[in-house]
């Protein structure tokens, strides 16, 4: 893919340059030979010695000495890398294989270089790394130009991969609408969740449409709604087939083969195509059971984005949502709210054979108060969880480095084996941030549960709790957006608690997600022994070692055992 190959440019141009220039200023400064004052003044002090260097073409000789600031310096490594990608034919001749070779060989070489500088660039730098291999690559078409213009090479051979490269630019490259309402352009980023919604709606219809399935009479009108207003919520109560009667609903309308997608985390929205995908299946955006005041905000932003396509002719969509949660979506955005228009109930009678309908009113306060029952358990379990766990005297530097952490990035993550003294550092966060108001989570569905009244959550347990479990660090994941948000509007205080082996994984796995940025470290040297106050009785004490001797013999001898034997 031409990704790779632009992502690699990106990282030889606006990570390895700074880099080398920083490096190259750190051994300036350091030459005791020639005074520092200025990076112009010291290249022409050594004027005279460059000129004596072989090899050293005129052209990067006259770029050195210009009246402009120095832009590159050299490393054989990264050299020999960058002269690779420029001699590439074929843009999109790069295979996986040795994409990954190139850029873990320039990732290593830069990590050798960056070593020797300040945590504060060497964090920058890490930062800019994982920008070039995920990011969007907002300044691509400023470092395209920097790499054409530094190729040393027949102009015809520049001029066609220009072309090609304009072309492929266009294909890859998307608008994008910021808050002040300004028009971007930015590449896609390289992903595999369109291929996944599309799995995950053949999934969902195989597996929940039978053959024998009969829709009820209601089920024309959301055919109606799909055909000529290509949106409709279909809705219902526990138990009933609303579900089935959206998806007979979708059959019947026949979208093209491998068009269809179900959305399922907030992240996939901004994969939706239109030109590559034609149908949108939504299942519970406001929540499963109970209305999700943290998932449901940013859900509703990406149904209003894609309304926009759907109002445009471009797109069909389909939500399908219990009926009290719908209702209490509608007493938070609004009634009039465009998104939740075009509702269908299939199964709206009140029988003997339906006795679980109920009344809008009385649906939205059951909501309410189960999950204001629920917030008050998960509040006692919390409260009771801290006060069990064992206090125990952790080095004061590592506390600090906790606590200034989670009170200046309103997060930390908690890394180590040692889950005593990282449950004790929970403990005494808590008292510190919020002594009232702190819930501990161990289940990725207590999210839903996570009010605007708490201060601080807590989060174990995420990637299991006796074994490594993926499937359950993925759904903890998929949270990871919706909590930092939070994080970032100053409204909670988070804290991870991770083992390191387990963590690394998931960054491997999953993602480099930015709530996982800030680490401590606590280890089992990291427990002050000195300071652990002594409060055994007699009887659990262990006796001197001479007392411990004579109750040994005394014992064997009462048990007719002979020592001399």
């Known amino acids: 893919m031409a990704d790779r190959y632009y992502r690699l440019i990106t990282l030889l141009v606006d990570v390895c340059t700074p880099v080398l220039r920083e490096l190259f200023l750190y051994y300036a400064k350091a030459d005791t030979s020639t005074p520092f004052i200025d990076i112009q003044q010291y290249m022409a002090a050594k004027e005279p010695i460059v000129r004596q260097l072989r090899g050293l073409p005129k052209h990067i000789y006259e770029k050195i000495y210009n009246s402009g600031p120095i832009d590159e310096t050299s490393v054989e490594q990264i050299r020999s890398e960058r002269n690779k990608l420029q001699h590439i034919k074929q843009l999109q001749s790069l295979t996986e294989q040795e994409y990954e070779h190139t850029w873990r060989s320039i990732e290593q070489s830069i990590s050798q270089l960056v070593s020797n500088l300040t945590a504060g660039f060497q964090q920058l730098t890490t930062d800019n790394i994982n920008k070039a291999k995920i990011g969007n690559l907002p300044n691509i078409c400023n470092t395209l130009t920097t790499w054409c213009l530094g190729m040393a090479g027949d102009l015809e051979e520049i001029k066609e991969n220009t072309k090609v490269t304009r072309q492929i630019v266009e294909e890859v490259a998307e608008e994008q609408v910021d808050s002040k309402g300004t028009v971007k352009k930015r590449f896609k980023t390289a992903d595999n969740r369109l291929r996944r919604m599309k799995e995950r709606f053949e999934l969902t219809m195989s597996k929940e449409l039978s053959d024998k399935f009969e829709p009820p009479a209601s089920f024309t009108q959301v055919r109606d709604y799909l055909q000529k207003k290509r949106h409709v919520i279909v809705t219902g109560t526990p138990g009933r087939s609303y579900l089935q009667v959206a998806l007979s609903a979708i059959k019947v309308i026949k979208p093209t083969p491998n068009v269809s997608g179900e959305v399922a985390s907030v992240n996939d929205w901004d994969s939706i195509e239109p030109s590559e995908i034609k149908l949108i299946l939504c299942q519970n955006p406001f929540g499963d059971e109970v209305f999700d005041a943290l998932k449901a905000p940013p859900m509703l932003d990406g149904l209003k984005r894609t309304l926009k396509s759907v109002n445009a002719g471009e797109l069909t969509l389909a939500i399908v949502t219990r009926k009290d949660v719908l209702l209490q979506a509608q007493v938070?955005?609004?009634?009039?709210?465009?998104?939740?228009?075009?509702?269908?109930?299939?199964?709206?009678?009140?029988?003997?054979?339906?006795?679980?309908?109920?009344?809008?009113?009385?649906?939205?306060?059951?909501?309410?108060?189960?999950?204001?029952?629920?917030?008050?358990?998960?509040?006692?379990?919390?409260?009771?969880?801290?006060?069990?766990?064992?206090?125990?005297?952790?080095?004061?530097?590592?506390?600090?480095?906790?606590?200034?952490?989670?009170?200046?990035?309103?997060?930390?993550?908690?890394?180590?084996?040692?889950?005593?003294?990282?449950?004790?550092?929970?403990?005494?966060?808590?008292?510190?941030?919020?002594?009232?108001?702190?819930?501990?989570?161990?289940?990725?569905?207590?999210?839903k549960y996570l009010d605007a009244e708490a201060a601080m959550a807590v989060f174990l347990h995420i990637t299991g709790q006796f074994a490594f479990d993926m499937s359950k660090s993925?759904?903890?994941?998929?949270?990871?957006?919706?909590?930092?948000?939070?994080?970032?509007?100053?409204?909670?205080?988070?804290?991870?608690?991770?083992?390191?082996?387990?963590?690394?994984?998931?960054?491997?796995?999953?993602?480099?997600?930015?709530?996982?940025?800030?680490?401590?470290?606590?280890?089992?040297?990291?427990?002050?022994?000195?300071?652990?106050?002594?409060?055994?009785?007699?009887?659990?004490?262990?006796?001197?070692?001479?007392?411990?001797?004579?109750?040994?013999?005394?014992?064997?001898?009462?048990?007719?055992?002979?020592?001399?034997?």
């Open 474 to 565: 993925r759904r903890w994941f998929e949270y990871f957006d919706f909590i930092h948000a939070r994080v970032k509007s100053n409204k909670l205080r988070v804290v991870l608690a991770f083992e390191q082996s387990a963590l690394k994984r998931c960054i491997d796995k999953i993602t480099n997600h930015e709530l996982l940025r800030h680490t401590v470290e606590i280890n089992y040297k990291d427990v002050d022994e000195s300071r652990v106050k002594k409060e055994a009785t007699a009887e659990d004490e262990f006796p001197p070692p001479g007392t411990r001797l004579i109750s040994i013999f005394l014992n064997f001898k009462s048990n007719n055992i002979r020592l001399d034997s």
């Open 332 to 447: 938070s955005f609004g009634k009039d709210n465009n998104v939740l228009q075009n509702i269908v109930e299939p199964y709206p009678e009140t029988t003997e054979d339906n006795p679980e309908i109920i009344n809008p009113r009385s649906g939205m306060n059951y909501s309410i108060r189960s999950q204001s029952t629920t917030n008050s358990a998960l509040q006692e379990m919390s409260s009771c969880y801290l006060q069990q766990t064992e206090y125990l005297p952790l080095n004061e530097s590592v506390f600090e480095n906790a606590k200034s952490t989670l009170k200046k990035e309103r997060v930390v993550v908690l890394v180590g084996r040692n889950g005593p003294a990282i449950r004790s550092c929970i403990k005494q966060l808590a008292k510190q941030f919020a002594p009232n108001n702190c819930l501990v989570m161990s289940n990725p569905d207590d999210i």
